[in-house]
């Protein structure tokens, strides 16, 4: 049984003996989920099933030809998920070493998961009290990010320049009372 086991054909089932064998795959080095099954009487077999690499299994006997196939086809899906899940993570991630050597320094505010979260936390805050604010005191607010002058805001707004400072004021008063947690 070994030698067929270890063939990378197609394998026979029956030396053992089930008539709609299914295999579920085994992580490579798991001695323990091994090792369980073996206790429980459920065969493992170190093979390479067609189109796939050499690989611990545990085999099973399925009621039917079309529940076998439905279990082998959904393990296979599954394996194929997590070797696409495995490849995009190792595209997409990189180890904390790896960060290190392209200049990543824990102590630098900029790059600290922490302040990252805590500013992040803050600009939502101040993204809220701003879309509470009416529109005409948003444009005030807008004036002053855009360090744009007060006369052509009147203008705009056709209103006076004072009342417009005045309007500002109040604007950056109520934006203040609502960010005053946030100090």
Known sequence: MKN???SSKAVTTSPLNYSHPYFVPIEDGDEVTIKHYKSHDVPVAH???PGRMK???????ADSQEEADLMNK???NWSKKDERDKKAQSEFETSYDAMLEDGYDAKDDT???EEIAAYKVVIDALNKALDELTE???RVCQMVAN?????SVAEELGIPRRTLRDRKDSAISEISRKMKHYK
């Open 136 to 138: 005409e005191k948003l």
């Open 147 to 151: 360090n744009e002058s007060q006369r």
């Open 4 to 6: 067929k086991a270890n």
């Open 55 to 61: 690989h611990y299994y545990a085999i099973f006997n």
């Open 47 to 49: 093979i390479a099933l």
């Open 111 to 113: 790059s600290n998961p």
């Open 74 to 76: 959904t393990y296979n």
